[in-house]
Each structure stands twice: as structure tokens, then as C-alpha cells.
């Protein structure tokens, strides 16, 4: 249920509050989907507050640990949210100031790892 929380949170573009909860559904359930969450929330945050270094990392380590589900979501709103988050890192890379104009992603209702398994 808090996991629920986390995602409306995020897609309300509350990231602060949206890692807080990731945190505390990490802590009943240790997975990659939900450390890979935490990093996409506190990516986003740090580029709300201008922070692009943090911005970066989080969001490269956020890539790197949700991909796997993304790739097991291929038409939800995980595997979008992954490929719109490498499209702003490619256009940070390239010293583009597109990616300040660029919509936040949305994640919805994403599916978990339990439900791609069943």
C-alpha cells in the first residue's frame, strides 16, 4: 500500500514525499524495483531544486536498477518513465538546455515485480 502512495506522490511531481514513501515500502520489501524507484524520485527532486549533478547520478543509478523491469514492462508506464529519464540524461549529456522543458514522467499505476512474475 505505501508503494501506492510513493507513485501518486511522483506522479503528482511531490518527489520528496514520493522517495520518503519508496523508503519506507524498501524497508518492508528490500527489492531493486524499489531502490531503482527511490533513485527516480530523488533524481527528480534534485532537479527541481537545480541540483543537476544529483540530478545525474540518481537518475543514471535509477536507470541502471529499474531496467530490467522496464524491459519485463515494455508497454506500461515503467518502461516510459525509464525511456523518458534516458532521453533528458542523453540531452543533459549533450549540454542541451532542452531538458529543462522536457514533462516530468508519469508512472501511474506501474506494475510491480510480483505482478510481472504471475
Known amino acids: 500500500m505505501i508503494l ?5 506522490h511522483f506522479d503528482q511531481e511531490d518527489f520528496w514525499a514520493a522517495c520518503i514513501s519508496l523508503d519506507e515500502a524498501w524497508q518492508d520489501d ?7 524507484l527511490i533513485y527516480l524520485s530523488g533524481g527528480f527532486y534534485h532537479l527541481q531544486m537545480g541540483n543537476l549533478c544529483g540530478c545525474r547520478l540518481l537518475l543514471e543509478l535509477a536507470v541502471e536498477w529499474l531496467a530490467p523491469f522496464a524491459w519485463a514492462d515494455r ?10 529519464t534516458l532521453t533528458l540524461l542523453r540531452a543533459m549529456r549533450a549540454g542541451a538546455g532542452e531538458f529543462r522543458s522536457l514533462a516530468y514522467p508519469k508512472l501511474g499505476e506501474a506494475i510491480s515485480p510480483a505482478a510481472m512474475a504471475a
Open 4 to 8: 501506492k502512495y510513493g507513485l501518486a
Open 30 to 36: 528490500p527489492t531493486d524495483y524499489c531502490q531503482g
Open 75 to 84: 508497454e506500461g508506464s515503467l518502461a516510459g518513465a525509464v525511456a523518458h
